[in-house]
C-alpha cells in the first residue's frame, strides 16, 4: 500500500538532493530541504551556527588540498604509466611541517570556541527561571516565582498516528512527533535561566533553535540559559536514550511578546487553581470513560499499551490484572496511580482528581476488564488525604 | 607431540586432527582462522540487526517492531559490532601475523590464546540468549548509563555477566601479543623494525589492558547498584548518574582507538605494498600511533559536554580531543606521501586502503566538529554522531579489515581470491556505504535524534535513501562471504610472495605457511625489510 | 637438551574451552542467582566447580611440563610478562572504584551539598543536606540505612597494615631463603606469610560482622558504605586468592618443586601479594584514615 507514495515522493526528491549535494550552498540547501543546522533564534544559536560553518569549511578545505594531491598521485604515479617507484621514505622537514600546521588550524577554531563557550556558560543576571524536569515520558515545567507548573505530553493526534501499523498517516498529524498538548511559552527579548533535571531517567533537553542541548540528570540540576529574539514556535525533543518513549518526549516551545506572555501566566494560575474544582462532583460511569480514555492516551498508554496489555516482563498487564478487577483492590489501585510504584511514576501532582478517579474507571471498564465500578474524584480526594 | 623439538627433527606438519584441531588448539593460525571466522558470522549477525534498524527508519511510522525492541536492537547492534565483530577480527590477524611477522614460532602463550577465543562464542551466548528472555534483551543503548540500564528486566545480570567475561579474553589476549611481541621476536627484528601492524598492535594491547578493567569495574558498581542497594549512581545516597558515564568513556574513548589502531596498521602494511616503495616516516608513525594511544586517555570527556562539566572540564576537554587530529594528520599525510611518487597498482586491497584514507579521514574531519564544545551542545546524540562513527568504523576499521583479508588471504589458503569479483565488491561497498551514511550528516544537522524508532516526517527523505543504501551495503557483503569462501576452495596457486611489492619475513614463508611457522628463527636483516 | 632452546610450544590442550565453559556457567548460574531463577544454585554450584576443576587441571599440567624441564628462560620470560601486565590490569580494575571514592569525594557529594556547579542543585533538590566526609546523612536517606560510626582507621584496619606488611617481608625473606637454596627457612617464612594472610582475612571478616551488626555500616548505607565495602571488600577477595596461592606455593616447595634458579611460580605469587599489599595502603589511606 505504501510502495506507490514512496516512489512518486522519494524518486523526484531523490535527483533534486543529489544535485542540490553539488550545489553546496549552505543557505539554499538548508531553506529547501532541511540539510544543515539551522542558525536558530538567538544570538547564541547564531554563533554556535556560524562556528559550525567555520569548522566544516576548514575541514572541507583541508579535506581538498590533502584529497587533491592524494588523487594526483593515483592518477600519475602508477605502474600502468610507467612509474618507477622512488626511494625516499622520510623527511623531517615535511613532516615538521605537516604536523604545526594543524597544530596551529586547531589552535585558531580552538580560541573562538573558547571565547562561545564562556558565554553560553554565563547564567547571570537573567530575568526568569524555568526548572524543566524530564519524566519518563514528558516535561515538566516549573514557573519559579511565579507558582506555575506545567506538564506537556506528546499530541495525541501524534500518539495516535504512532502506535504500531495505526494505518494513520503521519503526515496527517500536526507536526508529527514534535508536537505537545501544553507548549512552553516563554517572552521573547529576555534572558531566560532553564534549569534541568529528571525524575527517573537522564532525558536532555534540545529545542536546535536555542542552540544547545543539555542533559537533564535525577538527582541534579544543570544551569543554562537562552533569550529568544523571533516571536514563534520551536520545536525539539529529548535527545538522550531514556527508555521506549524516548522518540515520544516532544518539546515545544512558544516565544511570545512580554505582554502575552504576562497574560498567559495569569490564566494559566486561574487555570491550575481550578483544577480541582470538580473534585467535589459525580459523574456518569460514561463520562468517566470518555474523559479517562484521554487521560490514559497522553498518561498510561506508553507502557501500558493500547490494548492494556503492556510489554512482558517489563510492564504488567492491565487488562485483566487483579488490581484492576477485584472490587476489594479499588483503594489500591487508585493508591497505586497517586504514588506510583517500583519504575511506575506518581500520578498525583499531576492528575486532578477526576483525572485519576476516570483514568482508574476507564481501566476498570475497559478491554476485557468488565466491572461496572464507577470511581468517582472524591473517592480520589479522599485517598490523598490519608 | 606436536612439540617444536619434534617438528625439528622431522619437518613434515604435524597437525591434530579432526574437532580437537580446532577445540583443544593451541596453534596461532588456527586460533586466527577461528578468530577470523567468528567475527565474520558476527558481523552478520549485527548486520542483520542493523537491517532491522534500517527496515524499520526507512518511513515514519512503527511498522516493525515495537520501540522496546528496536532499542534493544540498536544497544546489540553496537555491542556484537565491536565486541563480537571489529575486535575478534583484529585479535584473529594479529594471531595469524604477529608471529610470522616477528618470525616467531607461534604465540608466547598458547593455551591462553585458545581461552580468549573460547570465551568469545560463550560470552555471545549470555548476551544473545537475553533477546529471548521475558522482557527482552538490554535497550539502554550500549553505554549502558544508569538510571536507564537498572531498568534492565531479566536481561540484566546476563548484559553485565557478559561485559566481564569479554574482558577477560580480552586481557588475556593482549598480554599474549605483548609477550608475544617483546619475548619473541627473531634475531635482527630490533623494535624499529617490527612491522608497523604489529607496532599498532602492542599498542593497542596496552590500550586494552588499561581500559577494560575500568569496565569491568563499572558494569560492577552497576550491578551492585541494581541488587545489593548500593548509590555509586544514585544521587539520593550520595552518588551521581554521571560518575558511570567518567567511568565508561575512560575506557570507551580508548576503546574506540583499540578499533581504529589495527586498522592504521594494516593500511600501513598495504600501502607500501603497492605503492612498491617504502612506507614515508616510519618513525614518525609509530610515535603517532604512541601519542594517539596516551592522549586518547585524556579526552573521554568529550563525549559528556552535555552533561553539565565545570566549564575547565570542558575546555580540558575539547583541547585534548582536538589535539588527537595532530598525531592522526601525520598518519594521513605518511599515507599520502607513500603513495606519492610510487608505481602503484590498484588489486583490492589497495583499493580498499585508498578508500580507507578518504573515508576514515571525513570521518576524522566530523569527529572534530564534534570535538568543539559549544557546537557539539547541538550535535550531541544526532545522526551526526551516527554518521561520524560509522565513517570512522564501518568505512574506517571494517573497510581496513576487508583490505587485510584480500590481502592476506592469498598467505592463509594458498590461492589467490577472485580479483574480478573483489573489485566488484569494493565498489559496491565504498558506494553503497557512503549512500547509507553520508545523508546522515545531513539528518544530524536537520535535527533528528539518535536512538529513536520514529520521526517526524522532514526527516523521511534522508531516511530512506539510507535504508536503501544500508539493504544495499548488507547485500554486497554476501559476495565478500562468496569470494572468500571461493577462494578457500581453490583457485589460482599463490606464490610466497603473493603481491609484488610485499616486504617483510611473511613473504619469504610458503602459502601457505608450515603449520608452525618458523620453527628455526629466520635472520633479520634490513635489506629483508626494506625496498 | 634440544628442548632448551627451542621453545616450548604446548600440544593441543583441553583445559582453555573447558575453563571457558566452566566460567561459562559460572556466570550463568550468578545471573540465574541474581534473577532468582529456579535451580540457580544448582548451576552455580557445577560452575564453580568447573572452574576449580580447570584451574587445578591446567596448573598441574604446567607443573609437569615444568618439572619435566621443558620450559627455557624465553618460556620463563613470556610468563613473567603474562603475570606482570596481569597485576597491571588489576590495578586498573582497582583504579575504577578509587575513581568513584574520590569522585565521590571531591566532587558529587559537594555539589549535592551546593558547593561549585552545584548551588543549584543544592537550592531545588536536597535543600536540607550538608556535604561531609564520612557523610553519615544521606540526601534522601528513605532507602538507605544510616550508619552510627565509621570504622576507625586506628584499630583493626592499623593491625590489618601491619600484618599485611609484615606479610610483604617474610615473603621476601622467604625469596632470597630460596635463592640461598635454604629450603628450611624458605618454607618457614612462607607458613608465616600464608598465616598472617589467613589472619588479615580473618580480622577483616570480624571487622565487616562489627561494622554490619553495631555501626549499621552497611553496603547501602549512601556513597560511604558502597565505596567502603567496594574497595575493601573487592581487595579482601584477593587476599583470600593470593592466601591460597601463597598455600598452594606451600605445598609445591614442601615438595620440593623449586630450585634457586628456577621458581617462577613463587615469584609470581609474591608479586601478587606485593601488588595486594600496595593496594591496601591505598585502602587504609585514603578508606579508612584521611
Ligand atoms: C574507530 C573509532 C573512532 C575513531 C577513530 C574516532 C575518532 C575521533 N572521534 Fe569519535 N566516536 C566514535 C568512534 C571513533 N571516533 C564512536 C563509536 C562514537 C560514539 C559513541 C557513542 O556515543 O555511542 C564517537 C563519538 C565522538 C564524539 C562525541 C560526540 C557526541 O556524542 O556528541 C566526539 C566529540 O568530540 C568524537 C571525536 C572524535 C575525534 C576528534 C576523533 C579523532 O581521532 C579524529 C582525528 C582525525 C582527523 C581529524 C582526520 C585526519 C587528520 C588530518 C587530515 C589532519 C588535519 C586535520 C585538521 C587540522 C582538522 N567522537
Ligand atoms: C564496528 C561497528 C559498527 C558497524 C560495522 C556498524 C554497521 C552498521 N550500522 Fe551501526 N552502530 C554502531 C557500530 C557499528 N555499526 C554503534 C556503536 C552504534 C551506536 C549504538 C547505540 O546508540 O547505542 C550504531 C548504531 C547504528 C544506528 C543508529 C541507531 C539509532 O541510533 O537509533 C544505525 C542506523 O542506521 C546503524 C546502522 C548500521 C548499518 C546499516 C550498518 C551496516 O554497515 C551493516 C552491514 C552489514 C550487514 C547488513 C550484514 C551482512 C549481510 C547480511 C546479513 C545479508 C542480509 C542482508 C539484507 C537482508 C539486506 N548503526
Ligand atoms: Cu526522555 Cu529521551
Ligand atoms: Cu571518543
Same mark, same amino acid.
Given at each position: 500500500?505504501?510502495?506507490?507514495?514512496?516512489?512518486?515522493?522519494?524518486?523526484?526528491?531523490?535527483?533534486?538532493?543529489?544535485?542540490?549535494?553539488?550545489?553546496?550552498?549552505?543557505?539554499?540547501?538548508?531553506?529547501?530541504?532541511?540539510?544543515?543546522?539551522?542558525?536558530?533564534?538567538?544570538?547564541?544559536?547564531?554563533?554556535?551556527?556560524?562556528?559550525?560553518?567555520?569548522?566544516?569549511?576548514?575541514?572541507?578545505?583541508?579535506?581538498?588540498?590533502?584529497?587533491?594531491?592524494?588523487?594526483?598521485?593515483? #592518477?600519475?604515479?602508477?605502474?600502468?604509466?610507467?612509474?618507477?617507484?622512488?626511494?625516499?621514505?622520510?623527511?623531517?622537514?615535511?613532516?615538521?611541517?605537516?604536523?604545526?600546521?594543524?597544530?596551529?588550524?586547531?589552535?585558531?577554531?580552538?580560541?573562538?570556541?573558547?571565547?562561545?563557550?564562556?558565554?553560553?556558560?554565563?547564567?547571570?543576571?537573567?530575568?526568569?527561571?524555568?526548572?524543566?524536569?524530564?519524566?519518563?515520558?514528558?516535561?515538566?515545567?516549573?514557573?519559579?516565582?511565579?507558582?506555575?507548573?506545567?506538564?506537556?505530553?506528546?499530541?495525541?493526534?501524534?500518539?495516535?498516528?504512532?502506535?504500531?501499523?495505526?494505518?494513520?498517516?503521519?503526515?496527517?498529524?500536526?507536526?508529527?512527533?514534535?508536537?505537545?498538548?501544553?507548549?512552553?511559552?516563554?517572552?521573547?527579548?529576555?534572558?531566560?535561566?532553564?534549569?534541568?533535571?529528571?525524575?527517573?531517567?537522564?532525558?536532555?533537553?534540545?529545542?536546535?533553535?536555542?542552540?544547545?542541548?543539555?542533559?537533564?540528570?535525577?538527582?541534579?540540576?544543570?544551569?543554562?540559559?537562552?533569550?529568544?529574539?523571533?516571536?514563534?514556535?520551536?520545536?525539539?525533543?529529548?535527545?538522550?536514550?531514556?527508555?521506549?518513549?524516548?522518540?515520544?518526549?516532544?518539546?515545544?516551545?512558544?516565544?511570545?511578546?512580554?505582554?502575552?506572555?504576562?497574560?498567559?501566566?495569569?490564566?494559566?494560575?486561574?487555570?491550575?487553581?481550578?483544577?480541582?474544582?470538580?473534585?467535589?462532583?459525580?459523574?456518569?460511569?460514561?463520562?468517566?470513560?470518555?474523559?479517562?480514555?484521554?487521560?490514559?492516551?497522553?498518561?498510561?498508554?506508553?507502557?501500558?499499551?493500547?490494548?492494556?496489555?503492556?510489554?512482558?516482563?517489563?510492564?504488567?498487564?492491565?487488562?485483566?490484572?487483579?488490581?484492576?478487577?477485584?472490587?476489594?483492590?479499588?483503594?489500591?489501585?487508585?493508591?497505586?496511580?497517586?504514588?506510583?510504584?517500583?519504575?511506575?511514576?506518581?500520578?498525583?501532582?499531576?492528575?486532578?482528581?477526576?483525572?485519576?478517579?476516570?483514568?482508574?474507571?476507564?481501566?476498570?471498564?475497559?478491554?476485557?476488564?468488565?466491572?461496572?465500578?464507577?470511581?468517582?474524584?472524591?473517592?480520589?480526594?479522599?485517598?490523598?488525604?490519608? | 607431540?606436536?612439540?617444536?623439538?619434534?617438528?625439528?627433527?622431522?619437518?613434515?606438519?604435524?597437525?591434530?586432527?579432526?574437532?580437537? %584441531?580446532?577445540?583443544?588448539?593451541?596453534?596461532?593460525?588456527?586460533?586466527?582462522?577461528?578468530?577470523?571466522?567468528?567475527?565474520?558470522?558476527?558481523?552478520?549477525?549485527?548486520?542483520?540487526?542493523?537491517?532491522?534498524?534500517?527496515?524499520?527508519?526507512?518511513?515514519?511510522?512503527?511498522?516493525?517492531?515495537?520501540?522496546?525492541?528496536?532499542?534493544?536492537?540498536?544497544?546489540?547492534?553496537?555491542?556484537?559490532?565491536?565486541?563480537?565483530?571489529?575486535?575478534?577480527?583484529?585479535?584473529?590477524?594479529?594471531?595469524?601475523?604477529?608471529?610470522?611477522?616477528?618470525?616467531?614460532?607461534?604465540?608466547?602463550?598458547?593455551?591462553?590464546?585458545?581461552?580468549?577465543?573460547?570465551?568469545?562464542? #560463550?560470552?555471545?551466548?549470555?548476551?544473545?540468549?537475553?533477546?529471548?528472555?521475558? /522482557?527482552?534483551?538490554?535497550?539502554?543503548?550500549?553505554?549502558?548509563?544508569?538510571?536507564?540500564?537498572?531498568?534492565?528486566?531479566?536481561?540484566?545480570?546476563?548484559?553485565?555477566?557478559?561485559?566481564?567475561?569479554?574482558?577477560?579474553?580480552?586481557?588475556?589476549?593482549?598480554?599474549?601479543?605483548?609477550?608475544?611481541?617483546?619475548?619473541?621476536?627473531?634475531?635482527?627484528?630490533?623494535?624499529?623494525?617490527?612491522?608497523?601492524?604489529?607496532?599498532?598492535?602492542?599498542?593497542?594491547?596496552?590500550?586494552?589492558?588499561?581500559?577494560?578493567?575500568?569496565?569491568? /569495574?563499572?558494569?560492577?558498581?552497576?550491578?551492585?547498584?541494581?541488587?545489593?542497594?548500593?548509590?555509586?549512581?544514585?544521587?539520593?545516597?550520595?552518588?551521581?548518574?554521571?560518575?558511570?558515564?567518567?567511568?565508561?568513556?575512560?575506557?570507551?574513548?580508548?576503546?574506540?582507538?583499540?578499533?581504529?589502531?589495527?586498522?592504521?596498521?594494516?593500511?600501513?602494511?598495504?600501502?607500501?605494498?603497492?605503492?612498491?616503495?617504502?612506507?614515508?616516516?616510519?618513525?614518525?608513525?609509530?610515535?603517532?600511533?604512541?601519542?594517539?594511544?596516551?592522549?586518547?586517555?585524556?579526552?573521554?570527556?568529550?563525549?559528556?559536554?552535555?552533561?553539565?562539566?565545570?566549564?575547565?572540564?570542558?575546555?580540558?576537554?575539547?583541547?585534548?580531543?582536538?589535539?588527537?587530529?595532530?598525531?592522526?594528520?601525520?598518519?594521513?599525510?605518511?599515507?599520502?606521501?607513500?603513495?606519492?611518487?610510487?608505481?602503484?597498482?590498484?588489486?583490492?586491497?589497495?583499493?580498499?586502503?585508498?578508500?580507507?584514507?578518504?573515508?576514515?579521514?571525513?570521518?576524522?574531519?566530523?569527529?572534530?566538529?564534534?570535538?568543539?564544545?559549544?557546537?557539539?551542545?547541538?550535535?550531541?546524540?544526532?545522526?551526526?554522531?551516527?554518521?561520524?562513527?560509522?565513517?570512522?568504523?564501518?568505512?574506517?576499521?571494517?573497510?581496513?579489515?576487508?583490505?587485510?583479508?584480500?590481502?592476506?588471504?592469498?598467505?592463509?589458503?594458498?590461492?589467490?581470491?577472485?580479483?574480478?569479483?573483489?573489485?566488484?565488491?569494493?565498489?559496491?561497498?565504498?558506494?553503497?556505504?557512503?549512500?547509507?551514511?553520508?545523508?546522515?550528516?545531513?539528518?544530524?544537522?536537520?535535527?533528528?535524534?539518535? %536512538?529513536?524508532?520514529?520521526?517526524?516526517?522532514?526527516?523521511?527523505?534522508?531516511?530512506?535513501?539510507?535504508?536503501?543504501?544500508?539493504?544495499?551495503?548488507?547485500?554486497?557483503?554476501?559476495?565478500?562471504?562468496?569470494?572468500?569462501?571461493?577462494?578457500?576452495?581453490?583457485?589460482?596457486?599463490?606464490?610466497?610472495?603473493?603481491?609484488?611489492?610485499?616486504?617483510?619475513?611473511?613473504?619469504?614463508?610458503?602459502?601457505?605457511?608450515?603449520?608452525?611457522?618458523?620453527?628455526?628463527?629466520?635472520?633479520?636483516?634490513?635489506?629483508?625489510?626494506?625496498? | 637438551?634440544?628442548?632448551?632452546?627451542?621453545?616450548?610450544?604446548?600440544?593441543?590442550?583441553?583445559?582453555?574451552?573447558?575453563?571457558?565453559?566452566?566460567?561459562?556457567?559460572?556466570?550463568?548460574?550468578?545471573?540465574?542467582?541474581?534473577?532468582?531463577?529456579?535451580?540457580?544454585?544448582?548451576?552455580?554450584?557445577?560452575?564453580?566447580?568447573?572452574?576449580?576443576?580447570?584451574?587445578?587441571?591446567?596448573?598441574?599440567?604446567?607443573?609437569?611440563?615444568?618439572?619435566?624441564?621443558?620450559?627455557?628462560?624465553?618460556?620463563?620470560?613470556?610468563? %613473567?610478562?603474562?603475570?606482570?601486565?596481569?597485576?597491571?590490569?588489576?590495578?586498573?580494575?582497582?583504579?575504577?572504584?578509587?575513581?568513584?571514592?574520590?569522585?565521590?569525594?571531591?566532587?558529587?557529594?559537594?555539589?549535592?551539598? /551546593?558547593?561549585?556547579?552545584?548551588?543549584?542543585?543544592?537550592?531545588?533538590?536536597?535543600?536540607?543536606?550538608?556535604?561531609?566526609?564520612?557523610?553519615?546523612?544521606?540526601?534522601?536517606?528513605?532507602?538507605?540505612?544510616?550508619?552510627?560510626?565509621?570504622?576507625?582507621?586506628?584499630?583493626?584496619?592499623?593491625?590489618?597494615?601491619?600484618?599485611?606488611?609484615?606479610?610483604?617481608?617474610?615473603?621476601?625473606?622467604?625469596?632470597?631463603?630460596?635463592?640461598?637454596?635454604?629450603?628450611?627457612?624458605?618454607?618457614?617464612?612462607?607458613?608465616?606469610?600464608?598465616?598472617?594472610?589467613?589472619?588479615?582475612?580473618?580480622?577483616?571478616?570480624?571487622?565487616?560482622?562489627?561494622?554490619?551488626?553495631?555501626?549499621?555500616?552497611?553496603?547501602?548505607?549512601?556513597? #560511604?558504605?558502597?565505596?567502603?565495602?567496594?574497595?575493601?571488600? #573487592?581487595?579482601?577477595?584477593?587476599?583470600?586468592?593470593?592466601?591460597?596461592?601463597?598455600?598452594?606455593?606451600?605445598?609445591?616447595?614442601?615438595?620440593?618443586?623449586?630450585?634457586?634458579?628456577?621458581?617462577?611460580?613463587?615469584?609470581?605469587?609474591?608479586?601478587?601479594?606485593?601488588?595486594?599489599?600496595?593496594?591496601?595502603?591505598?585502602?587504609?589511606?585514603?578508606?579508612?584514615?584521611?
Amino acid at each position: 500500500m505504501h510502495l506507490n507514495k514512496i516512489k512518486v515522493r522519494f524518486l523526484p526528491n531523490f535527483t533534486v538532493i543529489l544535485s542540490a549535494l553539488f550545489l553546496l550552498s549552505p543557505e539554499i540547501l538548508h531553506a529547501a530541504w532541511g540539510l544543515n543546522m539551522t542558525p536558530g533564534a538567538t544570538p547564541i544559536s547564531n554563533e554556535v551556527y556560524n562556528m559550525h560553518m567555520t569548522s566544516l569549511y576548514v575541514v572541507t578545505a583541508i579535506g581538498i588540498a590533502v584529497f587533491s594531491v592524494m588523487f594526483w598521485s593515483i #592518477f600519475h604515479h602508477r605502474k600502468s604509466k610507467g612509474a618507477k617507484p622512488a626511494k625516499f621514505s622520510h623527511s623531517t622537514t615535511v613532516e615538521v611541517i605537516w604536523t604545526i600546521i594543524p597544530f596551529a588550524i586547531i589552535v585558531s577554531l580552538a580560541i573562538p570556541a573558547t571565547k562561545l563557550l564562556a558565554k553560553m556558560d554565563d547564567t547571570s543576571k537573567s530575568e526568569i527561571t524555568i526548572k524543566a524536569t524530564g519524566y519518563q515520558w514528558k516535561w515538566k515545567y516549573d514557573y519559579i516565582n511565579e507558582d506555575v507548573t506545567i506538564y506537556s505530553n506528546m499530541a495525541s493526534d501524534s500518539v495516535d498516528a504512532s502506535q504500531m501499523n495505526s494505518g494513520i498517516d503521519p503526515n496527517t498529524a500536526d507536526n508529527y512527533l514534535r508536537n505537545t498538548d501544553t507548549a512552553l511559552v516563554l517572552p521573547v527579548g529576555k534572558k531566560i535561566r532553564i534549569l534541568t533535571t529528571a525524575n527517573d531517567v537522564i532525558h536532555a533537553w534540545w529545542v536546535p533553535d536555542l542552540g544547545w542541548q543539555r542533559d537533564a540528570i535525577p538527582g541534579f540540576i544543570n544551569d543554562n540559559w537562552t533569550m529568544i529574539n523571533k516571536v514563534g514556535v520551536y520545536r525539539g525533543q529529548c535527545a538522550q536514550i531514556c527508555g521506549k518513549g524516548h522518540g515520544y518526549m516532544p518539546i515545544v516551545v512558544k516565544a511570545v511578546p512580554e505582554k502575552e506572555y504576562q497574560a498567559w501566566i495569569e490564566q494559566t494560575k486561574v487555570a491550575l487553581n481550578s483544577k480541582n474544582s470538580d473534585s467535589n462532583k459525580d459523574f456518569t460511569l460514561a463520562e468517566l470513560k470518555a474523559k479517562g480514555e484521554g487521560v490514559y492516551k497522553a498518561n498510561c498508554l506508553a507502557c501500558h499499551q493500547a490494548n492494556g496489555q503492556g510489554i512482558k516482563g517489563v510492564f504488567p498487564a492491565i487488562d485483566g490484572s487483579p488490581l484492576a478487577n477485584l472490587k476489594e483492590n479499588i483503594p489500591a489501585h487508585i493508591h497505586q496511580v497517586i504514588y506510583g510504584k517500583g519504575i511506575m511514576p506518581a500520578f498525583g501532582e499531576q492528575l486532578s482528581d477526576s483525572d485519576i478517579a476516570s483514568v482508574v474507571t476507564f481501566v476498570r471498564n475497559n478491554w476485557g476488564n468488565k466491572t461496572g465500578h464507577v470511581i468517582q474524584p472524591k473517592d480520589v480526594l479522599a485517598a490523598r488525604k490519608k | 607431540m606436536s612439540t617444536i623439538a619434534h617438528a625439528d627433527h622431522d619437518h613434515h606438519d604435524h597437525k591434530p586432527t579432526g574437532i580437537k %584441531r580446532w577445540l583443544f588448539s593451541t596453534n596461532h593460525k588456527d586460533i586466527g582462522t577461528m578468530y577470523l571466522v567468528f567475527s565474520l558470522i558476527m558481523f552478520f549477525v549485527g548486520g542483520s540487526m542493523a537491517m532491522i534498524i534500517r527496515a524499520e527508519l526507512f518511513q515514519p511510522g512503527l511498522q516493525f517492531v515495537d520501540p522496546q525492541f528496536y532499542n534493544s536492537m540498536v544497544t546489540v547492534h553496537a555491542l556484537v559490532m565491536i565486541f563480537g565483530a571489529v575486535m575478534p577480527a583484529g585479535v584473529g590477524l594479529a594471531n595469524w601475523m604477529i608471529p610470522i611477522m616477528i618470525g616467531a614460532p607461534d604465540m608466547a602463550l598458547p593455551r591462553m590464546n585458545n581461552m580468549s577465543f573460547w570465551i568469545m562464542p #560463550f560470552a555471545f551466548a549470555l548476551l544473545l540468549g537475553t533477546l529471548f528472555m521475558e /522482557g527482552g534483551g538490554p535497550a539502554s543503548g550500549w553505554t549502558m548509563y544508569p538510571p536507564l540500564v537498572l531498568q534492565t528486566g531479566k536481561a540484566f545480570p546476563y548484559l553485565i555477566f557478559a561485559v566481564h567475561f569479554l574482558g577477560i579474553s580480552s586481557i588475556m589476549g593482549s598480554i599474549n601479543i605483548i609477550a608475544t611481541v617483546f619475548n619473541m621476536r627473531a634475531p635482527g627484528m630490533t623494535l624499529m623494525r617490527l612491522p608497523l601492524f604489529v607496532w599498532t598492535w602492542v599498542i593497542t594491547a596496552f590500550l586494552l589492558i588499561a581500559s577494560m578493567p575500568v569496565l569491568a /569495574g563499572a558494569v560492577t558498581m552497576l550491578l551492585t547498584d541494581k541488587y545489593f542497594g548500593t548509590s555509586f549512581f544514585n544521587a539520593a545516597g550520595g552518588g551521581d548518574p554521571v560518575l558511570f558515564q567518567h567511568i565508561f568513556w575512560f575506557f570507551g574513548h580508548p576503546e574506540v582507538y583499540i578499533l581504529a589502531l589495527p586498522a592504521f596498521g594494516i593500511i600501513s602494511q598495504i600501502i607500501p605494498t603497492f605503492a612498491r616503495k617504502p612506507l614515508f616516516g616510519y618513525a614518525s608513525m609509530v610515535y603517532a600511533t604512541a601519542s594517539i594511544a596516551i592522549l586518547s586517555f585524556f579526552v573521554w570527556g568529550h563525549h559528556m559536554f552535555t552533561v553539565g562539566l565545570p566549564i575547565t572540564g570542558e575546555l580540558f576537554f575539547m583541547y585534548m580531543t582536538m589535539l588527537i587530529a595532530v598525531p592522526t594528520g601525520v598518519k594521513v599525510f605518511n599515507w599520502v606521501a607513500t603513495m606519492w611518487k610510487g608505481a602503484m597498482t590498484f588489486e583490492a586491497p589497495m583499493l580498499f586502503s585508498i578508500a580507507f584514507v578518504i573515508l576514515f579521514t571525513i570521518g576524522g574531519f566530523s569527529g572534530l566538529m564534534l570535538g568543539i564544545t559549544p557546537v557539539d551542545f547541538q550535535y550531541h546524540n544526532t545522526y551526526f554522531v551516527v554518521a561520524h562513527f560509522h565513517y570512522v568504523l564501518l568505512t574506517g576499521a571494517v573497510f581496513a579489515l576487508m583490505a587485510s583479508v584480500y590481502y592476506w588471504i592469498p598467505k592463509w589458503t594458498g590461492n589467490m581470491y577472485d580479483e574480478k569479483l573483489a573489485k566488484i565488491h569494493f565498489w559496491l561497498s565504498t558506494i553503497f556505504a557512503n549512500i547509507l551514511f553520508f545523508p546522515q550528516h545531513f539528518l544530524g544537522l536537520a535535527g533528528m535524534p539518535r %536512538r529513536i524508532p520514529d520521526y517526524s516526517v522532514q526527516f523521511t527523505d534522508f531516511n530512506m535513501i539510507s535504508s536503501l543504501g544500508g539493504f544495499g551495503y548488507g547485500i554486497s557483503q554476501l559476495l565478500f562471504v562468496y569470494i572468500v569462501i571461493k577462494c578457500v576452495l581453490g583457485g589460482k596457486k599463490a606464490t610466497s610472495q603473493v603481491w609484488e611489492g610485499g616486504r617483510g619475513l611473511e613473504w619469504t614463508l610458503s602459502s601457505p605457511p608450515p603449520y608452525h611457522s618458523f620453527t628455526t628463527p629466520p635472520k633479520v636483516t634490513k635489506t629483508l625489510m626494506d625496498y | 637438551m634440544a628442548s632448551k632452546d627451542i621453545y616450548f610450544v604446548p600440544e593441543s590442550s583441553k583445559w582453555p574451552i573447558v575453563g571457558s565453559l566452566a566460567l561459562f556457567t559460572l556466570f550463568a548460574g550468578s545471573a540465574m542467582l541474581l534473577n532468582q531463577s529456579p535451580n540457580a544454585k544448582y548451576v552455580f554450584i557445577v560452575g564453580i566447580a568447573a572452574v576449580i576443576y580447570m584451574f587445578a587441571g591446567w596448573f598441574s599440567n604446567v607443573i609437569a611440563e615444568s618439572l619435566a624441564g621443558k620450559y627455557n628462560k624465553q618460556v620463563d620470560i613470556s610468563f %613473567r610478562m603474562g603475570m606482570g601486565w596481569f597485576i597491571l590490569s588489576e590495578v586498573m580494575f582497582f583504579a575504577a572504584f578509587f575513581g568513584a571514592l574520590f569522585y565521590a569525594r571531591v566532587l558529587s557529594v559537594p555539589w549535592l551539598g /551546593g558547593e561549585g556547579s552545584g548551588a543549584v542543585t543544592h537550592q531545588f533538590l536536597w535543600p536540607a543536606f550538608k556535604a561531609s566526609w564520612p557523610m553519615s546523612v544521606m540526601p534522601d536517606s528513605t532507602n538507605f540505612t544510616v550508619y552510627k560510626d565509621i570504622v576507625p582507621a586506628f584499630g583493626l584496619p592499623a593491625v590489618n597494615t601491619l600484618i599485611l606488611l609484615l606479610s610483604g617481608v617474610t615473603v621476601t625473606l622467604s625469596h632470597w631463603a630460596l635463592k640461598k637454596a635454604q629450603r628450611n627457612y624458605l618454607n618457614a617464612w612462607l607458613a608465616v606469610t600464608v598465616a598472617l594472610g589467613g589472619l588479615f582475612v580473618y580480622f577483616q571478616a570480624t571487622e565487616y560482622h562489627h561494622a554490619y551488626t553495631e555501626l549499621s555500616l552497611k553496603l547501602n548505607s549512601g556513597i #560511604f558504605g558502597s565505596t567502603f565495602y567496594l574497595l575493601t571488600g #573487592f581487595h579482601g577477595f584477593h587476599v583470600t586468592m593470593g592466601a591460597v596461592m601463597l598455600a598452594v606455593i606451600l605445598l609445591r616447595s614442601l615438595k620440593g618443586h623449586f630450585t634457586k634458579n628456577e621458581h617462577f611460580a613463587f615469584e609470581a605469587v609474591a608479586w601478587y601479594w606485593h601488588f595486594v599489599d600496595v593496594v591496601w595502603l591505598g585502602l587504609f589511606i585514603f578508606v579508612y584514615w584521611l
